[in-house]
């Protein structure tokens, strides 16, 4: 039912910095401004990044593009039957013609949407990296196979790989990328979102940009075993931990089973974490960031 990531919609409390801050460094172009609201995307897509002024910096919804409208009806009703809280019918955004908005046992808010217009030039000019697309979310929960029980469930989406534990489950859409959204355990929010990018030149461009700036990356560049791309992790100027990764595993076989692997004492096993070596530092392994209630016309 679900074909791809939709898009990420952020409250910020500095919404100029923000906007500035995904413009200089992923290098996003803004699409859409208004009092209150920025639409902003790496490609032809209408949004992609969504960011609402607000007064404290949280989450607002995760949106995830279903391929018609049938398949939006379709998790509502799963919705409604895994007995999950339906918010919303009514699209967050003009630009999507029909949409599903609900809430996971932990509070976690996904918009499940029709697909959105490509409205936007195939190239654009400007500073910073220039993605090729929004990847993928990691959620932080504080029950990962529960969680991901229910957005097999619903959204039908199928694990890709998991830890022995359920510490981290890696889920795919139905583009066949390794995950489009993972689960680990921690406090209820989002872990991170993700950028794709081109090539391995682009890590180095990225750490430039971040080191012009006085900033740094939070871990990497590495390869990750799960999933088998390169990443490399900041955190951006309202507090999000932004990956950006490529050569993103791709299974295309149907009969794909569910990989386990053992993670390892806190996250210890590089062939999971990272086949280069160096593992992840406290300041990825604790961060997370809360979703705000979700408040509906």
């Given at each position: 039912?679900?074909q791809?990531?939709?898009y ?6 500095d ?17 859409e ?11 032809r897509?209408?949004?992609e990044?969504?960011l ?8 607002r919804?995760?949106g ?6 049938d ?13 999950l809280?339906?918010?919303s019918?009514r ?7 029909r949409s ?7 509070g976690?808010i ?10 936007q030039?195939v ?15 990691n959620?932080s ?10 957005l097999?469930?619903?959204?039908g ?10 510490e981290i489950?890696?889920?795919?859409a ?5 995950h489009t959204?993972?689960t680990?355990?921690?406090p209820?929010?989002?872990?991170h979102f993700?950028w794709e ?6 890590f180095?461009?990225?750490?430039d940009?971040l080191?012009?700036?006085g ?9 990750h ?6 990443f ?16 993103m595993e791709?299974?295309e ?6 990989r ?8 210890s096993?590089p ?5 280069w070596?160096?593992l992840?530092p406290?300041?990825w ?5 809360p ?7």
């Amino acid at each position: 039912m679900v074909q791809r990531l939709g898009y990420v919609a952020l409250n910020v409390a500095d919404i100029d910095i923000a906007i500035e801050d995904a413009c200089t460094v992923a290098g996003l172009r803004v699409v859409e401004r208004e009092k209150g609201r920025a639409l902003l995307s790496s490609n032809r897509r209408h949004a992609e990044l969504i960011l609402y002024a607000s007064n404290s910096d949280s989450v607002r919804s995760i949106g995830l593009q279903a391929h018609n409208a049938d398949a939006v009806a379709t998790v509502r009703h799963r919705a409604e039957q895994a007995g999950l809280t339906v918010l919303s019918e009514r699209p967050s955004l003009p630009c999507i013609d029909r949409s599903v908005t609900f809430a996971t046992s932990e509070g976690h808010i996904f918009e499940v949407h029709t697909p959105i217009p490509l409205t936007q030039p195939v190239r654009h000019t400007g500073p910073g990296i220039r993605p090729r697309c929004l990847d993928h979310v990691n959620l932080s929960s504080r029950d990962s196979e529960a969680i991901s029980n229910e957005l097999e469930t619903v959204l039908g989406l199928r694990q890709s790989e998991r830890t022995t534990g359920h510490e981290i489950v890696w889920m795919r859409a139905a583009d066949n990328r390794h995950h489009t959204v993972a689960t680990v355990k921690g406090p209820s929010g989002l872990h991170h979102f993700s950028w794709e990018f081109a090539s391995f030149d682009d890590f180095k461009r990225l750490g430039d940009t971040l080191d012009a700036q006085g900033r740094f990356l939070v871990w990497g560049p590495g390869r990750h075993g799960a999933g088998d791309n390169l990443f490399a992790y900041y955190i951006d100027r309202s507090g999000f931990l932004v990956e950006c990764i490529a050569e993103m595993e791709v299974i295309e076989d149907e009969n794909h089973q569910a990989r386990i692997a053992d993670p390892g004492e806190n996250l210890s096993n590089p062939k999971v974490v990272n086949r280069w070596g160096a593992l992840p530092p406290r300041l990825w392994t604790e961060h997370f960031v809360p979703f705000a209630p979700l408040i509906t016309a």
